[in-house]
């Protein structure tokens, strides 16, 4: 079958593609997609989810083709299915497909009598987020829910999700569960946020998932993914090579930080979250400053986090950075993705730039910092 028989396809659901994102974290693993707890679902779910805009948009607004009202995701153990309703989103006729068994994503698509539809690959989910570990679950519509926080369009927001339903839910971020409470952004409409507000179980026929009477064309990458998400990689190669912004503020000892005062010297950077899956990486961190004792190296931890939260936390874990709480205006002006470690040179660009943890970062940020230092 020709290629040009599906492009109505990409046509007709541009604007569906450009709000649904179901790009799930890759793995070779079968596990990883779905856990034995997906063993306990019986029969059918449907999840209802309301899209709560944070302004009162306007008639016009809400006849844009970005506007998001709802969002079902009925599952079983095997398949999931998402429609997306909107002023011009036709959820009838555009729908996701995932099957579990085989690790595909449908793009589908009704026009008439024709059904087509486009099989992916999942593939690695681009939007880096950071687990809030030992606090006591939140228990939204009886699913006990774990908490993250991500940086959505620089403004740092949280995640709930579960693992109770055994499905890996996702959509563009990269984290283990099933999406329960998330936020969003749109160019034109600002931030939203997807809450659910209905759960029903059902016992629906097989034939609900299937896909047999479609015609189905094998497609290359997810065009969501090339179109509304930035990879790490992408945001690592704009930024390297360009010039650091300054900033003077205090650090949690109230001293002030003016790093255009330390030009000519090699500055290192981390973005972090206080959580206590960041403890191993504070302990190396703290090794590499100690490292660079009494040498022309400055090391600046900019942190998501209030004073408040971070006062106990530190007490716990001492991380030997000077520390400036409350700098989410200073991520902004950087364009990070929480955490992330840059080292600017003695002239004031961007050497190195590692968004994530990476086990060996001491080893590669001692390389770079060696280097600068020595020019």
């Not at 109770?164 to 990269?174: A, H, N, Q, S, T």
């Not at 329960?180 to 209905?198: A, C, D, Q, R």
């Not at 179980?201 to 896909?211: A, G, N, R, T, V």
């Not at 190195?352 to 060696?370: A, H, L, N, Q, R």
């Amino acid at each position: 079958m020709k290629n040009q028989d599906y492009s109505f396809i990409l046509k007709l659901s541009k604007s569906y593609i450009l709000t649904s994102i179901l790009v799930l974290i890759a793995s070779n693993c079968f596990s990883q997609w779905k856990t034995a707890e997906a063993n306990n679902i019986k029969g059918d779910v449907t999840i209802s989810y309301e899209v709560i805009y944070d302004k009162e948009l306007s008639l016009e607004e809400k006849q844009s083709s970005e506007y998001l009202s709802e969002i079902t995701v009925t599952f079983n153990k095997d398949n999931l299915i998402e429609h997306r309703f909107g002023y011009d989103l036709k959820a009838e006729k555009n729908f996701w497909l995932l099957n579990y068994n085989i690790l595909k994503v449908y793009l589908c698509s009704t026009s008439g009598n024709n059904k087509k539809a486009i099989q992916y690959d999942f593939k690695d989910s681009p939007v880096i987020v950071e687990p809030i570990l030992n606090i006591e679950p939140k228990i939204i519509f009886d699913f006990p829910c774990e908490k993250a926080k991500v940086m959505i369009n620089k403004v740092p927001k949280d995640i709930y999700y579960t693992k109770k339903i055994g499905l890996k839910y996702c959509d563009k971020f990269k984290l283990d569960g099933f999406l329960i409470e998330y936020p969003g952004y749109s160019k034109t409409l600002g931030h939203y946020t997807v809450k659910v507000k209905k759960v029903v179980y059902d016992d629906l026929p097989k034939s609900f998932y299937s896909l047999s009477d479609f015609d189905i064309k094998i497609g290359e990458v997810l065009p969501s993914l090339l179109n509304t998400s930035t990879t790490a990689n992408e945001i690592r190669t704009k930024d390297i090579g360009k010039k650091a912004v300054v900033f003077q503020d205090f650090n949690t000892k109230k001293e002030k930080i003016d790093t255009e005062n330390m030009l000519g010297d090699v500055i290192v950077y981390n973005f972090w979250i206080a959580s206590e899956s960041y403890d191993t990486e504070i302990l190396k961190l703290n090794q590499l400053k100690k490292k660079y004792k009494g040498k022309n190296v400055h090391f600046v931890a900019i942190a998501l986090n209030s004073e408040n939260e971070l006062t106990p936390f530190l007490k716990k874990y001492p991380f030997d950075y000077d520390i400036i709480p409350g700098g989410n205006s200073i991520a902004n002006k950087f364009n990070v993705i929480y955490p992330t470690n840059i080292i600017v040179d003695k002239k004031g660009v961007i050497q190195f730039y590692e968004i994530g943890y990476k086990t060996d970062i001491v080893e590669k940020m001692t390389s770079e910092i060696d280097k600068y230092l020595e020019q």
